[in-house]
């Protein structure tokens, strides 16, 4: 039940399209979604973050979608750029273990020049 | 303002060693959360420290352990190493109080257990 499952396990991309990648979960207890991006040699960095009241947050070319009835949520990046080429990981936890996330599997994103 | 430093970047130990892993977090931080990633599991929550007290703990052996002193530093140590402890250990901290996920990560130690 505290599984977070993410797709695909990866992703190509021509340069200026749109990447999608889809999380689902189990765990209705979970509030907070957030999608952290992954370089090589780097550690997982913040990108955007959702909490169930919203069903959508766009910031700058990346927006997340929330389906809540679905227990889905999603990340959309527009105009994809080779730069954004890396690992990215869906994750989610509850108020109460904040720091405590349940991370998807990571889908690696290639942006094709 | 400094991020997230994580000692030593990189180590080899044999089976059945000992290993100290150190963090540093961002200043002002109290928060210092532990994950463990490997390509067969991904990333795991080990362990959760604030105000040297452990908070949360995630499903891993007793072998993994670790402790936070009062400049909010953190060491993680795992005990009598198997070949499976090869991992990126990922140290992540974040403000005190904050009730969101917001984790800022270090750079890793990478553990190879020979």
């Known amino acids: 039940q505290q599984q977070v499952k993410q797709s695909p396990q990866s992703l190509i991309v021509q340069k200026g399209g749109i990447s999608i990648i889809n999380c689902a979960y189990e765990n209705t207890a979970f509030d907070y979604f957030p999608w952290y991006q992954q370089f090589p040699g780097k550690g997982p960095a913040l990108l955007i973050a959702?909490?169930?009241?919203?069903s959508e947050k766009k910031e700058g070319r990346f927006t997340i979608s929330f389906n809540k009835s679905a227990k889905q949520f999603s990340l959309h990046i527009m105009d994809s750029q080779p730069g954004d080429s890396a690992t990215y990981f869906c994750a989610a936890s509850t108020s109460g273990s904040a720091r405590q996330l349940t991370f998807g599997s990571g889908t690696q994103l290639t942006v094709l020049p | 303002k400094a991020g997230v430093t994580q000692t030593p970047r990189y180590l080899i130990k044999t089976r059945g060693q000992q290993v100290t892993l150190s963090c540093s977090p961002i200043?002002?931080?109290?928060?210092v959360s532990w994950y463990q990633q490997t390509p067969g599991q991904g990333l795991q929550f080990l362990f959760e420290y604030f105000s040297e007290t452990q908070r949360n703990k995630g499903n891993f052996p007793g072998r993994f352990s670790g402790r936070q002193f009062s400049n909010s530093r953190s060491e993680m140590n795992v005990s009598t190493l198997e070949l499976g402890d090869s991992a990126l250990y990922l140290c992540?901290?974040?403000?005190?109080?904050?009730?969101?996920?917001?984790?800022?990560f270090g750079e890793g130690s990478r553990l190879t257990v020979l």
């Open positions: 200043s002002g931080h109290r928060s």
């Open positions: 959702i909490r169930p009241d919203v």
């Open positions: 992540a901290s974040s403000l005190s109080g904050d009730n969101t996920g917001e984790l800022f």
